[in-house]
């Protein structure tokens, strides 16, 4: 069984297991403990998947590295990926962030660099033409959303789509341009807070594909100090890299043949792995998120 693409979402199989990753934003140091986990399980002849967040791109600017905030990597990062992608066409898929939407049409975003500069204009100047059209080229493959049977959903963001007012939301998701500053995408890689438990309940029903019917959505986007953070509408935040402790650094690891109804199914090192368990401590729930 493999990976299905329909359009800008990808539909996994029934079986085997999916790594959840999120936003390294040049964080290399990070991004090389997830391959080379992924890859020696890979080597090992586990059925494992990887699925990155996006947001790989944009870092510390000079002057803003200090404590978790390592130099930026992007370049390498992206040499990396496409590497990684090569070698393992039908395990390893990324879908889109908020950063690598403002290089393809979405609204350029100052997150590490202001004024005459933005992210994007500092990293094109940065990697220089050619590179920055293989960027280009490399970012048009990533989706946007993912499911799996097992009841998840992944996006980048917490999906702010309400159906009532996105008629054919499927279709349109499937459908959309990254050439262009496109609502639908907007509203899947740009929003910073828990979607209302009405219109993520919509969002799902208007989800159902190929006999899937999502029933928690996991996204990054947001800084979950804790590595984690769950919602009691079946939403959960997952912080693997970018502006937290490594002691907290988690990526979502699934069973793809399970079943999972809320963030309550997903459990400290089961599903919820840190990404430098050597270095881990105890949690505690952030103010107004369930444990």
């Not at 609204?107 to 990697?127: E, H, N």
């Not at 341009?177 to 890689?189: G, K, N, Q, T």
């Not at 090192?269 to 881990?280: D, F, S």
Request: proline share 6%.
């Amino acid at each position: 069984m493999s990976v299905r693409r329909y359009g800008k979402i990808l539909v996994y199989p029934s079986r085997g297991r999916l790594m959840f990753v999120t936003d390294f934003h040049g964080q290399i140091h990070d991004f090389r403990r997830v391959v080379t986990r992924f890859t020696a399980r890979l080597a090992r002849g586990e059925d494992l998947y990887m699925l990155f967040a996006g947001d790989f791109v944009h870092g510390p600017a000079h002057g803003q590295v200090h404590g978790w905030l390592q130099r930026d990597e992007t370049p390498a990062i992206l040499d990396e990926l496409e590497q990684l992608f090569e070698a393992h066409p039908d395990r390893v898929h990324a879908l889109l962030g908020n950063h690598e939407y403002g290089h393809l049409g979405g609204r350029a975003t100052q997150k590490f660099y202001r004024g005459l500069d933005d992210d994007v204009q500092a990293l094109k100047r940065r990697l220089g033409p050619k590179r920055s059209r293989s960027a280009h080229a490399l970012f048009e493959t990533f989706s946007l959303v993912a499911m799996a049977p097992c009841g998840m959903l992944f996006s980048h963001a917490a999906p702010n789509l309400d159906p009532r007012k996105h008629p054919k939301l499927l279709e349109k998701i499937m459908l959309a341009r990254y050439d262009r500053a496109d609502p639908i995408i907007m509203s899947l890689v740009w929003p910073r807070f828990v979607a209302e438990p009405e219109q993520i309940e919509g969002f799902f029903q208007a989800m159902r594909f190929k006999g899937i019917q999502p029933r928690v959505a996991a996204y990054g986007h947001e800084i979950a100090p804790r590595g984690v953070e769950r919602s009691e509408h079946r939403q959960v935040v997952i912080s693997s890299s970018f502006a937290i402790a490594d002691r907290y650094k988690t990526f979502l690891e699934v069973d793809l043949a399970g079943r999972y109804n809320s963030p309550a199914d997903l459990r400290e090192g089961v599903e919820l792995i840190r990404l430098y368990p050597e270095r881990a401590i105890g949690r505690s729930p952030p103010a107004g998120m369930l444990a």
